[in-house]
Structure formats: C-alpha cells, structure tokens
C-alpha cells in the first residue's frame, strides 16, 4: 500500500471545459510542488484543451 508521503502520488488531470473529463497519472512531488496543468486531448469537446490537477 503506497504511503501518503509518496514521493510520486497519484493524482487527477480535470478538464478546464467543464466536461467533466479525467486523466490518471502520477507526478513526482519534489520535480513539481505546484499544481500541474497540461495540454491534453479532450474526446467530449474533441480538441485540446488545459487539464489542471485535482485533489
């Protein structure tokens, strides 16, 4: 079971379209403190558009 001080957590990618569309990965806590935000693919909308971090 991974510790909650896990150096590369798993976390939630949410669309900015309101779709309510979802990526899963993992980032490394120490490389990224901060909130990420990424350019992905959205299939609801069918373009690009900005996925930021959920907790």
Do not use: C
């Not at 899963?24 to 069918?46: A, G, S």
């Amino acid at each position: 079971m991974a510790k909650s001080t896990d150096v590369r957590p798993i976390i939630k990618m949410r669309s900015t379209a309101g779709t309510g569309y979802t990526y899963v990965t993992r980032k490394n806590r120490r490389n990224d403190p901060d909130r990420l935000v990424l350019r992905k693919f959205d299939p609801v909308v069918r373009r690009h558009v900005d996925f930021k971090e959920e907790r």
